[in-house]
């Protein structure tokens, strides 16, 4: 089945430093889709990947799809103390299980002001 | 437009004893999803469902869990009888389709003493 490893599963930074995160999985994706939880919330939808190589960007936030499908990052720029929250990457399969979404376990980021 | 509603928010109760949860999805979302999500993991699927059909299950625990999406809208999850390991926040999602970004609720909290 699918295995999704997102590292690091926590990361501190001062308030204007740079964070990534990471996705990797053992399949080929249909696509990928990010997700920010922030403490005591839900999860909310922030983009989603579909083509190879593929690069977006929100403001401070780019998102990329490696070429072969199987991994993607998530960078924030000069982060701030808002963006605080677990970022979860969820991979989705194609073929028959195409709608099922897996989640990785998270990266929680801490920012300090 | 409003979101997805989930209720009750938390849920205290023995074990042994059963218990559900209701979910309220966004107005012409035919796709919905219920999760649980454990103390710092990522949200695991249980049940999806495509209009008031069931399309995967495979992860619900069939012996205490079931759900049902009558007139496929909204839903309710149940687990009797619960179980200690059932202590979770249950959160309920909905998309557009198949695939699509994924909204979720406000979760509810599961204790089990």
């Known amino acids: 089945g699918q295995q999704v490893m997102q590292i690091p599963q926590y990361q501190h930074v001062q308030e204007g430093e740079d964070f990534t995160t990471y996705c990797n999985s053992s399949?080929?994706?249909?696509?990928i889709q990010w997700y920010k939880q922030r403490p005591g919330g839900h999860p909310v939808f922030l983009i989603q990947?579909?083509?190879?190589?593929e690069v977006k960007k929100q403001k401070r936030l780019t998102f990329q799809f490696g070429e072969a499908k199987k991994n993607s990052s998530l960078h924030i720029t000069a982060t701030q103390t808002t963006d605080v929250g677990t970022y979860f990457c969820?991979?989705?399969?194609?073929?028959?299980?195409?709608?099922?979404?897996?989640f990785g376990q998270g990266t929680i980021l801490t920012v300090h002001p | 437009e409003a979101g997805v509603v989930q209720s009750p928010r938390y849920k205290i109760i023995e074990k042994k004893q059963p218990v559900a949860f209701w979910c309220n999805p966004i107005s012409g979302h035919n796709t919905l999803y219920w999760y649980r999500q454990n103390l710092g993991q990522g949200p695991e699927l249980l049940i999806r469902?495509?209009?008031?059909?069931?399309?995967?299950d495979s992860q619900l625990p069939k012996d205490r869990f079931s759900a049902e999406r009558l007139k496929g809208v909204d839903s309710t999850l149940k687990i009797q009888p619960a179980e200690l390991g059932d202590s979770a926040v249950y959160l309920c999602a909905s998309s557009l389709g198949t695939g699509g970004p994924q909204h979720f609720g406000d979760g509810t909290r599961l204790s089990i003493l």
């Open positions: 399949t080929t994706l249909s696509n």
């Open positions: 969820a991979e989705q399969a194609g073929g028959t299980s195409y709608g099922k979404l897996t």
């Open positions: 469902y495509e209009n008031e059909e069931a399309v995967d």
């Open positions: 990947l579909v083509k190879s190589g």
